[in-house]
């Protein structure tokens, strides 16, 4: 019979955060569903009057000011690859903060409404599947299954990354400097 070996605490904290569930919020695109960590979420605004920023990307909507900050606002169904949604009752504005080249960085997420807050356990996520579809695989930290309906779990801090690689102007970041 081998011994049992105790565990060191911060093994036990990284076991057990990884058993914990995490908490995502859920959004629309169109009649998809997607998801973020919700620690990355600062606020949910409603849809706001932009100013245009020239010469950044199609999917960089413009910038608002936000209790004095200049914020960027990506359309993320543009970002997708997808057609500007039309704008309705429920569209809004997530405010996120991840950090972009190592410094926090806030942005805003134009969505077609959000839906709720869900727990989910990282048993019921599933990695990123290798052809996904009309979104860049780099944007996507997994698939969930909830309420027998897939929840494409985004990776936030990939959201910030330029569409074109060294192209000028190609992250929000750059909207603000």
Do not use: W
Not at 60 to 85: M, S, W, Y
Not at 142 to 164: C, D, H, P, T, Y
């Amino acid at each position: 019979m081998k011994p049992i070996q105790a565990q060191a605490p911060e093994e036990r904290v990284t076991l057990e955060s990884q058993r914990k569930p995490r908490q995502y919020l859920t959004f629309t695109l169109g009649t998809d569903a997607f998801a973020i960590g919700i620690l990355a979420v600062k606020e949910i605004i409603g849809y706001p009057d932009l100013t245009p920023v020239p010469m950044m990307p199609a999917h960089i909507r413009g910038v608002i000011n936000l209790r004095g900050a200049v914020v960027p606002v990506i359309d993320a169904a543009v970002r997708f690859g997808r057609p500007t949604a039309q704008r309705s009752r429920r569209s809004c504005v997530v405010i996120i903060e991840v950090m972009s080249e190592s410094r926090p960085q806030v942005v805003g997420i134009m969505v077609d409404g959000v839906e709720s807050v869900l727990e989910i356990s990282a048993s019921d996520i599933e990695p990123p599947p290798s052809c996904a579809g009309r979104i860049r695989v780099d944007f996507i930290e997994g698939m969930a299954k909830v309420n027998g309906r897939f929840v494409i779990l985004l990776a936030a801090g990939q959201m910030l990354a330029g569409s074109e690689p060294n192209a000028p102007g190609g992250t929000a970041e750059a909207a603000v400097h």
